[in-house]
């Protein structure tokens, strides 16, 4: 095992005592962190190690709170140890399970489960120690790129003004706020065939819980058909043209959330991929969604609000 790491295990208080030639530690998938599945007598346990620079713009104690609380709504793995000076954590290993991709995303019945998550967490009554503001992360990101003098993709102006009717119809309701995921990819669901865990909570916060259905449709890109099956799982029925409605909007406004991200990365020049090309793709499929004949009824469902009651 890597030096590194029985260093970070040491500091544990679940490893006290125990040798590091009786653990063992796999690397796991991960983009911007580490991950390791440890295997020591005392059981499987899946330990993070933050990415570096990633605490600059994570609040590390607020995502120890958020976790702890999904994991206690049943929702997210046991956590078991966190430190936010750092962003370390260990948790409890799912065993039996999968991590999800788009293609696994094909079977309905996982569909129905990240569901039924999705409404266990929101529906939990506890809350979140922070606020998932869209619009405010969309201005500020339109900031980034003004300041960088970077080009952004054609269309792009086209589609920023129609957007305004989105916020003008979002913003015309006080919308319910609960505890969300807000970064719903689909790696981020581990699937044990009988219920959906969420894991990795670093962007969570109190939301419209339509954002995250919405947000994982576009993540995990699904059909009209796996959108009628998230839906009708999360009300048990036929969604109020209201939340449908929300749901939909969420899904262009996720997009061009990252088109905006990947004009940053592509102007920061981040080598990890080709964030232009991720950038036009991402306001491609936003112009597809808001140019299709139901886009402005459902814009027209959330001005009018909720039904009466």
């Known amino acids: 095992m890597e030096k ?31 991950n390791y599945r440890i295997d020591c007598p005392a059981g499987r346990f899946v330990l993070r190690l933050a990415g570096e620079g990633t605490s600059e713009y994570i609040d590390r104690a607020v995502e120890e709170h958020n ?6 709504a049943g929702v997210n793995a046991e956590v078991l140890f966190f430190d936010p000076s750092d962003g370390t954590m260990l948790c409890r290993y799912i065993d039996h399970s999968v991590t999800m991709n788009t293609e696994r995303f094909n079977h309905h019945d996982a569909v129905a489960r990240a569901a039924r998550a999705f409404r266990q967490l929101h529906q939990c009554g506890f809350t979140f120690e922070s606020r998932f503001e869209l619009f405010e992360q969309i201005d500020n990101y339109l900031a980034m790129v003004r300041k960088l003098s970077a080009a952004l993709p054609d269309g792009y102006d086209a589609v920023h ?8 119809a979002l913003s015309s309701h006080e919308l319910p706020l609960a505890p969300c995921h807000c970064d719903p990819l689909a790696e981020n669901f581990l699937d044990t065939g009988e219920r959906m865990v969420i894991i990795d909570f670093e962007y969570s916060g109190n939301n ?8 994982l449709s576009v993540e995990a890109e699904f059909d009209h058909e796996q959108d009628r099956i998230l839906m009708s799982a999360y009300f048990e029925g036929a969604p109020p043209a209201f939340d449908l409605g929300r749901m939909v909007l969420y899904k262009a406004m996720c997009d061009l959330l990252w088109t905006l991200w990947g004009v940053v990365q592509h102007a920061n020049n981040n080598p990890a991929e080709d964030f232009w090309a991720y950038a036009v793709n991402r306001l491609g499929r936003c112009k597809v969604l808001m140019s299709s004949d139901e886009f402005p009824r459902h814009i027209e469902a959330v001005r009018q609000g909720p039904a009466p009651v």
């Open 208 to 215: 419209d819980p339509m954002w995250d259905l919405g947000d």
């Open 67 to 72: 976790a702890r609380v999904a994991a206690q």
């Open 4 to 34: 590194e790491i029985v260093a970070v295990l040491e500091r544990i208080p679940l490893f006290d005592g125990m040798r590091s030639q009786d653990m063992g530690a796999q690397r796991l998938g991960g983009l911007t962190n580490r």
């Open 161 to 168: 003004k129609q957007a305004q009717a989105v916020r003008t």
